[in-house]
T-cell receptor, first 111, second 111 residues
């Protein structure tokens, strides 16, 4: 157990809908990272937050957004969902620039 | 951005055999991690190893940062070692602390 928690574990929704994925980092970690794992793109970095502020941005679509709250938990919002958004979404936490610890992931299926 | 290549892409072993997985990267790094993704999709931290050598039981890893490669050694393989092994790096040139993942090595250990 990495100490990073993610909810929900599975999510099935329809095209055009909006969903929110939640992540709680390990105790003491200020950084939260979001990654997407899809069959065609592999594992890709989406976005990093550090102590509530956006720190780095990767290949994140404009339809996606994230935030980190004062208690350091983070949410990833995915809107206007398309079939191609079906993927495993991971949250990780850590202390820059060191080791990142990954949560169990949320498996999103868009039908 | 930084490029990460892993080899071989696929590996089939008999239980008890040894193996070496390789990760090449294209830029100086301040973070290098090896992960095992099990059949349930969980990403398990194996090593945080931006340089040097580490050992953990039957697994060991070596990173030669000046030559931009890392090796993961698995000795006396077991069926539970099956899964995908990922190398991921963070470049000094990155803003923030984003990990770039290689394509993975898919390992199958046969009894």
């Amino acid at each position: 157990d990495s100490g990073v928690t993610q909810t929900p574990k599975h999510l099935i929704t329809a095209t055009g809908q909006r969903v929110t994925l939640r992540c709680s980092p390990r105790s003491g970690d200020l950084s939260v990272y979001w990654y997407q794992q899809s069959l065609d793109q592999g594992l890709q970095f989406l976005i990093q937050y550090y102590n509530g502020e956006e720190r780095a941005k990767g290949n994140i679509l404009e339809r996606f957004s994230a935030q980190q709250f004062p208690d350091l938990h983070s949410e990833l919002n995915l809107s206007s969902l398309e079939l191609g958004d079906s993927a495993l979404y991971f949250c990780a936490s850590g202390t820059e620039p060191y080791e990142q610890y990954f949560g169990p992931g949320t498996r999103l299926t868009v039908t | 951005g930084i490029q990460v290549e892993q080899s071989p892409p696929d590996l089939i072993l008999q239980e008890g055999a040894n193996s070496t997985l390789r990760c090449n990267f294209s830029d100086s790094v301040n973070n290098l991690q090896w992960f095992h993704q099990n059949p349930w999709g969980q990403l398990i931290n194996l090593f945080y190893i931006p340089s040097g050598t580490k050992q953990n039981g039957r697994l060991s890893a070596t990173t030669v940062a000046t030559e931009r490669y890392s090796l993961l050694y698995i000795s006396s393989s077991q069926t539970t070692d099956s899964g995908v092994y990922f190398c991921a790096v963070d470049s000094f040139n990155n803003a923030g602390n984003m990990l770039t993942f290689g394509g993975g090595t898919r390992l199958m250990v046969k009894p």
